[in-house]
Every structure is written in structure tokens, then in C-alpha cells.
């Protein structure tokens, strides 16, 4: 059988506890806060990342060196005959395109997966091949169901302020003033790795009943495709974790018997939306 080694990035929201209980390998992407720079999920905390938002400090993100890359490679070839490697999408990074470039120097040892998914929907998958490797399927048999069921996954978030997204130039000023006036916010879906504005509503009550809905209305999509014991639920938030535990309890009724993970935004997508963003998640393996 194939010694496959299986790594992803830190925008999974994959722990370090967790990446060791699963056999999983995690390579932490790089953030700059003011003139320092983190790892996330090994020397960023919550506290620093948050308070650095709330103060209007400049956090941006970077991938990995190609040489950290690198390194990371050539030390698991050491033990594993092949590497199955699954960055966060490439819509929203550079890594896959990275990856994938520096793959072809490996002569097929090292699969870089085009899973185009991010956060919950990505770790599932992560622990998804985690699980194929270990029932000894091939690394190439698993590239190719992964990107199959790659577009099988959305994301809905609604935000807790406009000015983040108005920083990163996805809405205007004019419709951040706006929309902060008339308390409206947006239904952002997130599929493929892209952030668009599926629907504006006014409140955040009714955003949450909007997102609802979708949620369903994919959970019976996919459930007609894969069966509902292939599909995955989660409530995902940016420093809400209050909303979003209680959110997830009302959740549960419409899902009943359902496991619905609680899991925290990356910060990579924090960045972006800001903190008090909250959202669901379904996707199938």
C-alpha cells in the first residue's frame, strides 16, 4: 500500500492538536500585523488578530515561501512515497497555483489538489482523504474524486459591519454609508472559493432566517446527489461565539439528528469580513 502523506494550510481551521490526531500536516499561512509577522494557528493568537481589526491596524496575508514549501515536501518524501497536497482555493490565494507550478519538479510525487474550497468545507475534505489514504486508495484515485466533488460545498456569512468589506474594495463607500444607515447587510456565498453578494436584507435577523433557507435548499440538493450521510454541517463564526453556539442550537431543528460542527472563520477570511461575521456551511464527500 501507498505511504501517502496528506497536508493543507491553515485556512482548513484545522488545529495542530487535531492535524497530529488525524495524521495530517498543516502549513501555517503568513500574516503581517503592523511590522510583525505571524504564523497563523502557531504564534498569531485570536487576541492579537482581533484587536489588531478593531483598532484599524494593517493585517494583511502572505503564502508560504516556495522554500518553506519546499522544505515541507523533501523532509515527508523522506517517509511517505507520495504527498497529496489540498491548499484553500485558488480563487482567494495564490498557493494552489504555487503548488501546483513547484509539483511538476517532483516527477508525480507530490499531487497538489485543486479543491477550491475553503474553511469547514475544506477541512472536511482534508479529513476526507485523511480517511481514503487510510483505506489504501491510491493518491491519484484520490486527487481525482476530490476535485469531483469539489463545487459540492457553500458558504453563506453575513457581516457584522460594512467597513471591511469596503476596505477591501468589495463594496463601495457610498453602499457601506448606505447600508450602515439603513441597517442593510449582505448575503455573501462563498462556492468555488468566490466571495459574491447572493442577496441584501435589512437586520441581521433576517439575514440569518435568509441563510437558513439556503442552507436547505442545498442540504436537499446535495442530499438527493450524495445522500444525506455524505453531506456535513457547520456554523462557522469570526469571534461570535456566543451567536453562533446559540445559533446553531435553533439549527438543530431543522436538522434534527444532525451533527452541525461550531467552528471558527479562519483568519484568512476574518481579514476580509471582519469580526462579528457569522455563517453556515454544507458540503458533501
Not at 497536508?7 to 481551521?13: H, K
Not at 468566490?194 to 436584507?201: D, R, W, Y
Not at 432566517?209 to 436547505?216: G, K
Request: net charge negative; charged share 30%; glycine share 10%.
Amino acid at each position: 500500500m501507498e505511504r501517502i502523506a496528506v497536508i493543507t494550510d491553515s485556512n482548513s481551521g484545522i488545529s495542530q492538536e487535531m492535524a497530529k490526531e488525524y495524521g495530517i500536516h498543516i502549513l501555517p499561512l503568513i500574516f503581517h500585523v503592523g511590522e510583525q509577522e505571524y504564523a497563523e494557528g502557531v504564534s498569531l493568537t485570536e487576541e492579537r488578530f482581533f484587536g489588531a481589526l478593531e483598532e484599524g491596524e494593517e493585517v494583511s496575508t502572505s503564502q508560504p515561501s516556495i522554500a518553506e514549501l519546499m522544505e515541507l515536501w523533501d523532509g515527508l518524501l523522506e517517509k511517505y512515497d507520495k504527498v497529496l497536497h489540498i491548499p484553500m482555493t485558488r480563487a482567494l490565494s495564490g498557493s494552489y497555483d504555487t503548488a501546483a507550478g513547484l509539483s511538476q519538479e517532483y516527477e508525480g510525487r507530490v499531487l497538489v489538489v485543486d479543491g477550491r474550497r475553503i474553511s469547514a468545507t475544506l477541512e472536511n475534505m482534508v479529513l476526507h482523504a485523511a480517511k481514503l489514504v487510510g483505506e489504501g486508495m491510491r493518491a491519484e484515485d484520490i486527487q481525482e474524486h476530490l476535485e469531483k466533488i469539489a463545487l459540492d460545498a457553500s458558504i453563506y456569512i453575513t457581516v457584522d459591519s460594512l467597513r471591511y468589506l469596503k476596505k477591501g474594495g468589495r463594496i463601495s463607500g457610498v453602499e457601506a454609508m448606505a447600508g450602515e444607515i439603513l441597517n442593510i447587510r449582505p448575503v455573501i456565498q462563498i462556492k468555488g472559493g468566490l466571495l459574491e453578494v447572493h442577496s441584501k436584507v435589512r437586520g441581521r435577523k433576517k439575514a440569518k432566517a435568509s441563510m437558513e433557507e439556503l442552507l436547505m435548499e442545498d442540504w436537499k440538493r446535495l442530499a438527493g446527489v450524495y445522500g444525506e450521510e455524505r453531506l456535513h454541517l457547520a456554523v462557522g463564526h469570526a469571534n461570535a461565539l456566543k451567536e453562533a453556539t446559540e445559533w446553531r442550537e435553533e439549527l438543530k431543528k431543522h436538522f434534527p439528528g444532525k451533527e452541525i460542527k461550531l467552528v471558527k472563520l479562519p483568519m484568512s477570511i476574518c481579514c476580509h469580513v471582519g469580526p462579528g461575521t457569522i455563517g453556515v456551511a454544507v458540503d458533501a464527500d
